[in-house]
DNA sequence: AAAGACACCTGTCCGC
DNA sequence: TGCGGACAGGTGTCTT
């Protein structure tokens, strides 16, 4: 077998294992400065977030790939888009290229977002979280309970869109990203360009194991893999996975031999085996 | 309401 | 070695 060690960036995965990494270092701290060294990311970060300084950290969560940093004063948002992570600096570690936001807390440490494309954001909500215009409408978590077994199969109904590009919709279900889309469409025989509608309510059953399974085992090596995330040679944020078919066009399938196809969908690259998946 | 195109931005890789 | 072009993990917004 010859597969492609690809080195992952944000996926609900990577966000997960980022929000754990960072957790116990921020609970409890106070925010001491925010640094802006460049605002215009997605959204120009807000003003309003200086008014995090002076406060306490009471929670660090995760919701779809948006990272929830709680005080009594409101919450910062953080979407690591395309290319963001998130590594915590010590106080005399001067700032690279793209390190554009740093969040200094009262045990010496920085919380410092570096993201070279800026497809990230930083964001500051004062109302209850649920309520944020960006997290009202989104699906549920797959690896919570309100991801029922029939959750996909009921809103597939006579949906024309490929069935890659519906799981990888966040208002119909959170973290499914462009490498697991594919991943978990081969893990269970479907075609990714199938339109939604046409999937039936087994094989909706079976896809959303596997997308629990996956994210799950994803997450597991990324939490044996990751740095610390106070290592200042580390890559935090970043780890390797082995894929069965991400990336793999052209290569053998791992379970029939069949060469992997990789075919546009929704302007993203989709990687299937053409006999494996029907 | 649904689906598809487009936008944001930088770094990297490939072919010439 | 240099340069232009394609492409990359996300997702809100605009157009059909």
Known sequence: MNLTPVILMPELPEVETTCRGIRPHLLGQTITAVTLRQPKLRWPIPAELMT???QAILGVSRRGKYLLIETAAGTILIHLGMSGSLRLAEAHQQAAKHDHVD??????KIL???DPRRFGAVLWWTGPIEDHPLLNK???EPLEAGFVDQHLWQLSGGRKQAVKAF????????GVGNIYASESLFRAGILPHRQAGRVSR???????????EVLTEAIAQGGTTLQDFTNSDGQPGYFAQELLVYGREGQPCVACT??????VIGQRASFYCPKCQT
């Open 112 to 114: 410092r977002l570096h």
């Open 52 to 54: 995090a300084v002076g």
């Open 258 to 263: 069949a060469n992997i196809k990789m075919k």
């Open 167 to 174: 799981i990888m919709n966040g208002h119909i279900v959170v």
């Open 103 to 108: 969040i200094a807390l009262g045990n010496g």
């Open 138 to 140: 989104l699906g549920p």
């Open 202 to 212: 087994q094989r909706y059953l079976h896809l959303s194991r596997v997308i629990r």
